[in-house]
């Protein structure tokens, strides 16, 4: 996206709390890879997509510094709840620092480890995933969670055209091959309606039918 494009949207969208905007300044300044974090229009797509399915479990792949999962929670229904999780037990202390100060903080739990390992230990089922996490791995992610998706629920996957390398044949890296056996992957399956949005680095929304 063009700056002078980046900077018209971003003027005509809802702004981002000062919490969040405390957060996305402070990852970027004390993290590495800050690029991660789903920044201010991501995050106001999140929330505006949580808006509109309205789900009462939500399960993110992938904290990060937990600004999604705080654009979330802004937009869960009363006694919603967002289960995030996140491998790197470093940037827990971080993680916590800010959701503590978060009016939505009782919408959030955090857990600390392995998707593939975690997302089994948990009851129930989910009204939308959300995956942001090793892209190496999103095909494993779709099978942990795909049963544990409500019929009529959605699952939201981040970072689908991963810059463009998806369709640049010269690219072999694992996390671009391990996005392209995801996004084939769900191509193929007759039982999810699909779509991309181009928006920032490529965003899949899948609808599991009824």
């Known amino acids: 996206m063009e700056r002078d494009e980046e900077l018209y949207i971003l003027s005509h969208i809802d702004s981002e709390s000062e919490l969040l905007c405390r957060l996305n300044r402070d990852t970027n300044v004390k993290l ?5 974090l789903s920044g201010h229009l991501q995050g106001r ?19 990060f510094t937990g600004y ?4 979330f929670a802004e937009a869960m229904p009363e006694g919603g709840v967002v289960y995030t999780v996140e491998e790197n037990d470093e940037l827990e202390d971080f993680i916590n620092e800010y959701l503590s100060q978060s009016p ?17 230990a ?19 992610y779709y099978d ?28 072999h890296d694992p996390q671009t091959e391990g996005l392209r056996r995801f996004n084939d992957r769900v191509a193929a399956d ?6 991309f ?8 929304l899948i609808y599991k039918k009824i």
């Open 190 to 195: 007759d039982r999810v309606e699909k779509v």
């Open 144 to 171: 942990v969670v795909f049963d544990r998706v409500k019929p009529g629920g959605f699952i939201v996957a981040d970072n689908t055209l991963w810059d463009g390398k998806v369709f640049d044949l010269s690219q």
């Open 32 to 36: 590495p890879r800050a690029h991660m």
């Open 104 to 120: 939505y903080r009782d919408r959030i739990k955090l857990f600390i480890g392995d998707a593939k390992k975690v997302v089994p």
């Open 68 to 71: 999604s999962a705080q654009c």
């Open 122 to 140: 948990l009851d129930g089922e989910f009204d939308m995933v959300f995956i942001d996490a090793d892209k190496r791995e999103y095909c494993s």
């Open 45 to 63: 797509i999140l929330k505006m997509l949580c808006r509109m399915v309205r789900p009462m479990r939500l399960l993110e792949l992938g904290t």
């Open 197 to 204: 949005l181009p928006s920032r680095d490529g965003i899949t």
